[in-house]
């Protein structure tokens, strides 16, 4: 069985430039979590989809954050326009169902902004 | 609010030493689930162990063990015989349980850096 797969696995660009990050959960995993980890921390949510919904995005800087999960399935994250301070690795996890499942991870995306 | 400390930064042992990670949580669910996940170098977070609050018996998996204690609120983990292999950051996460607000929720700790040296 595929794991969670995300691309690109890294990615350098200017600040100000846009930037997409992909992921691909685990097939039949509803519940999608988009995750931020700052070098030397551990990961912070951005946003939790149920299926196509986002149930949580409390988190998610809204101002230059976007991001969606069309059918349910995949999902991307988008920065537009990137920040220095967005320098980081961006996770993607997924799990059967909302609570208490095991959080499968992807290789995670790391951005560097210059 | 839940929170989760990982007091320790960095812990360098050498192979064949043991080495216990400390966790310590704070949550006011009544109901909650415990978790450590491993992080290689490679990056990929791996799930190593789900403890319901409920179920304070400790676990012993090959090398690894696990003490959860409710009255500390610590989740504690110890890698017995430690190999070069075992080099990764370990992270302790809180989530809530089914009735309550954090559910489907998880706060990671920090972190902390296990460097095994031959």
């Known amino acids: 069985e595929a794991g969670v797969v995300q691309s690109p696995r890294y990615k350098i660009i200017e600040k100000k430039q846009p930037v997409a990050f992909w992921c691909n959960p685990i097939?039949?995993?509803?519940?999608l979590y988009w995750y931020r980890q700052n070098l030397g921390q551990g990961p912070e949510l951005l946003i939790r989809y149920e299926n196509e919904e986002a149930v949580d995005d409390s988190q998610l800087p809204k101002d230059r954050f976007s991001a969606e999960r069309l059918k349910g399935v995949d999902s991307t994250l988008k920065i537009q326009p990137a920040e220095l301070g967005d320098s980081a690795v961006y996770l993607c996890a997924s799990s059967p169902g909302t609570g208490a499942n095991v959080l499968t991870f992807g290789a995670g995306s790391r951005l560097t902004v210059l | 609010a839940q929170k989760v400390t990982q007091a320790q930064t960095e812990i360098s042992v050498v192979e064949k030493e043991d080495v216990t990670l400390d966790c310590v949580y704070e949550?006011?669910?009544?109901?909650?689930?415990l978790f450590w996940y491993k992080q290689p170098p490679s990056g990929e977070l791996v799930f190593l162990i789900r403890r319901n609050s409920f179920d304070e018996q400790n676990e012993i998996s090959g090398r690894y063990s696990w003490n959860f204690q409710k009255s500390t609120s610590s989740f504690n983990f110890t890698i017995t015989a430690s190999q070069v292999v075992d080099s990764a950051v370990y992270f302790c996460?809180?989530?809530?349980?089914?009735?309550?607000?954090?559910?489907?929720?998880?706060?990671f700790g920090a972190g902390t850096q296990v460097v095994v040296t031959p």
């Open positions: 949550t006011r669910d009544t109901t909650y689930y």
């Open positions: 097939s039949g995993h509803n519940t």
């Open positions: 996460a809180l989530s809530g349980g089914m009735t309550t607000d954090s559910w489907g929720k998880f706060q």
